[in-house]
């Protein structure tokens, strides 16, 4: 079996669009968790898929990679706190918020932090965050994080909004937790709302086919309100905003022209 047959039958199987994640990076972790769970070959590896619950659930954990930590590049959170947010409190009475592919939950609850910070009232924004992994979620929902993802949280808010559990283990204070609502999506299948005002999708660009890139580009400007803002990750770019009816602000953030 080829790994271009083995994908496309993966891809029905579990009812993934695998054909927008670019196809090495794919076939490394699929080649990398083979060689963790001793499978012999792709034909045995989609057996395993199709046959044992628990060898399904590491392939899909295998193949998400989680990694997020709080406040993931500090200059890029403080041009949020200091400039985006403030705009679009000023500019308008409720403000939507989407954290798209947001992982273990880090990255909604740094902004939730930030906005509690400047005081802005409950009624005033919603917080939504989504991801394809049911079990990132979970953790999510549950937020307690190790020293490690809290390595760039300001001291001051790390006393103020985590209580240690155990094993340098901490619990995020409740009023923040209430402040996020996390929804399980597929990006690369579902339909998006619309009238965003901020979407956040940091890290998950780099995975995607440059067409994959492209078409999630064009559906979240649609699904941004008149002068949104889309914030990506630090290492991801977009060539030619305008096409996408956006212009760069500054690094990675993104604003919605018309
Ligand atoms: C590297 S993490 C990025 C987390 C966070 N945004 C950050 O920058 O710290 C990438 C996330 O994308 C999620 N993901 C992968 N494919 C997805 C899809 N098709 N739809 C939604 N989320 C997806 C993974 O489950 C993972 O949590």
Redesign the pocket.
């Known amino acids: 079996m080829t790994f271009s047959e083995f994908k496309d039958q993966v891809a029905r199987e579990l009812d993934?669009?695998l054909d927008s994640y670019k196809l090495n990076r794919v076939e490394r972790r699929v080649y990398s968790l083979m060689r963790r769970h001793q499978v012999e070959d792709l034909s045995e590896c989609l057996q395993r898929i199709r046959g044992d619950k628990d060898f399904k659930e590491a392939f899909v954990k295998h193949f998400?990679?989680?990694?997020?930590?709080f406040f993931?590049n500090p200059t890029s959170f403080k041009f949020l706190e200091t400039r985006v947010l403030p705009l679009l409190f000023q500019e308008n009475e409720k403000v939507n918020i989407w954290?798209?592919?947001?992982?273990n939950g880090?990255?909604p609850y740094s902004v939730a932090m930030l906005i509690n910070e400047m005081g802005i009232s409950r009624d005033r924004y919603q917080i939504v965050a989504?991801?394809?992994?049911r079990f990132?979620l979970e953790a999510a929902h549950q937020a307690v994080y190790n020293d490690q993802a809290l390595l760039r949280v300001e001291p001051a808010l790390r006393e103020k909004y985590f209580t240690p559990v155990a094993d340098d283990r901490y619990q995020l204070d409740a009023r923040i937790k209430r402040q996020v609502r996390f929804v399980y999506?597929?990006?690369?299948?579902e339909e998006f709302s619309s009238n965003w005002n901020l979407i956040?999708?940091?890290?998950?660009f780099i995975?995607l086919t440059r067409e994959g890139k492209d078409t999630l580009t064009r559906r979240f400007a649609e699904s941004l309100a008149y002068r949104g803002i889309l914030f990506l990750?630090n290492t991801e770019f977009i060539f030619e905003p305008g096409a996408f009816n956006l212009k760069k602000i500054e690094g990675s953030f993104y604003q919605k022209l018309s």
């Open positions: 993934l669009r998400t990679i989680n990694t997020s930590e993931r954290s798209a592919a947001c992982s880090s990255e989504t991801d394809i992994d990132i999506q597929d990006l690369l299948k956040i999708c940091r890290n998950f995975y990750g």
